[in-house]
Structure formats: structure tokens, C-alpha cells
DNA sequence: GACACGATGGGCT
DNA sequence: GCCCATCGTGTCT
């Protein structure tokens, strides 16, 4: 279960986020080992980004994101949502790459457990769901990925070629395609292509 | 101190 | 598929 370095997170997301599909998040918990296959990410610039927390100067808030590569970046919105992400590129920049959907592996029972639903779609897709899933909060925010509870494996395993999209819930002028994606079940979005006519 | 708004997802139809 | 609750955060006054 050797994981990943901070060589492979110091690079800049557009790359790191589409070489993170097929690789596995785990967790090591008190009750069990929870672990997900990462199929859907959406990678986030600094300064030259407007839709990126590290956009504007450092706060309280962003700070992980200015920090060294290879940390976890979770935050708090729409007053009711986690979101967890993995810094990226070098330190001094604010770059990072949003996790936003796994295939559930193992622990899959304490995952619903802290979902409360045990429908195994509704686990982990989603980045909200994830960091549930995963209980990912304010505690974690900071957290050494090279060395700690918290990893990416580097085995990969990927079911279908690696998708691209825009990136979810954001305005037509700041977004960019970096939204990468595995087809399936496991990623959020509709589930089933619109039928065109 | 006030205020606008968002990297959403649950619940209902 | 559609509606909308809900509150931390940044920014401005």
C-alpha cells in the first residue's frame, strides 16, 4: 500500500488531477480502514484562476492552499457542506485539486454508517458526501497526505478512458475544462446521458 | 457591523 | 428534474 509523494503532488494540477483517477483515498479510522477509488476530481489554479480559493490573497480560510503540496485542503460552504481537496504544484502557490467522487472499497458499512443511507451510489459521490463519507472536516484540514491517517495509494485502476468536462457550479466567464471524470456510476452528474433528438 | 453569495445536496414530484 | 435551505467567509463601510 505504498502511497503517493510529494514529488507527485508538487506538479501543476491540470496534470496532477487527471493522474489521480484510478487511485485509491484511504483512511484509517478507529473503527476500520475506509478506502474509494477516486473517479471524478476538478483541478484548481492559483492566481491566475478566478475560480479558485487561491485566486485572492492569503486568509484563514485558504492558507493550507498556499502551503507545500501533497496536504489535504478541506473547507466549509453553503453553510451545511465539506469539501476536501489535495494541495498541489510548489510552495508559495495556491493550487490544488477537488475531490469530488470515489467508487466506495472498503468500510463501505461505517460509510453509510456516517451517511446515514446505505444506498452505495449515495456514499461518496459528491463532494459533500465524500468528506462524510470519509469524515472529513474542519480536524483534517491540513493534514499531511505523505505521512499520516489519510493517503492516495498508488495503484491505479481505471474501468473506461479518462473524460473531460467544465468544471460543476461555476460561471460560463471563469470556468475552464478541468473537470476529469471515469464514466460510471460512481460520478456525480446525471447518470444517464440526455437522450437528443 | 452588515451583507451578498457560493467548488451543494436532500427531499419532493 | 426542480426547488431551496443554510451559514461561513470575504469584502466593504
Given amino acids: 500500500m ?10 501543476d494540477p491540470v496534470l ?3 493522474d489521480l483517477l484510478g487511485r485509491t483515498l484511504y483512511r484509517q479510522t478507529r473503527e476500520g480502514l475506509l478506502s474509494g477509488r477516486i473517479v ?8 491566475d484562476d478566478p475560480g479558485s480559493h487561491g485566486f485572492r490573497r492569503m486568509t484563514p480560510r485558504n492558507v493550507v492552499m498556499f502551503g507545500p503540496p501533497g496536504h489535504l485542503y ?3 460552504t453553503y453553510g451545511m457542506h465539506f469539501c476536501s481537496n489535495v494541495v498541489t504544484g510548489s510552495d508559495g502557490t495556491a493550487s490544488a ?13 461505517i460509510m453509510a454508517r456516517h451517511r446515514g ?3 452505495p451510489r449515495l456514499l461518496a459521490r459528491g463532494p459533500g458526501r465524500l ?11 491540513g493534514a499531511d497526505l505523505t505521512d499520516g491517517d489519510i493517503w492516495i495509494g498508488v495503484t491505479r485502476r481505471m474501468n473506461g478512458p479518462v473524460k473531460t468536462s467544465i468544471r460543476i457550479g461555476m460561471a460560463n466567464q471563469i470556468n475552464r475544462p478541468w473537470r476529469f471524470y471515469e464514466e ?11 437522450p437528443k433528438r
Fill in 16 to 18: 496532477v488531477a487527471p
Fill in 184 to 194: 460510471g456510476p460512481w460520478r456525480s452528474g446525471p447518470s444517464t446521458p440526455r
Fill in 131 to 141: 468528506c462524510q463519507a470519509f469524515e472529513l472536516g474542519r480536524s483534517e484540514n
Fill in 2 to 11: 505504498r502511497r503517493l509523494s510529494r514529488r507527485f503532488y508538487a506538479r
Fill in 74 to 76: 478541506v473547507y466549509f
Fill in 97 to 109: 485539486v477537488l475531490l469530488r467522487a470515489v467508487e466506495p472499497l472498503d468500510g463501505r458499512e
Fill in 117 to 119: 443511507t446505505a444506498e
Fill in 40 to 47: 471524478e476530481v476538478e483541478a484548481y489554479k492559483g492566481s
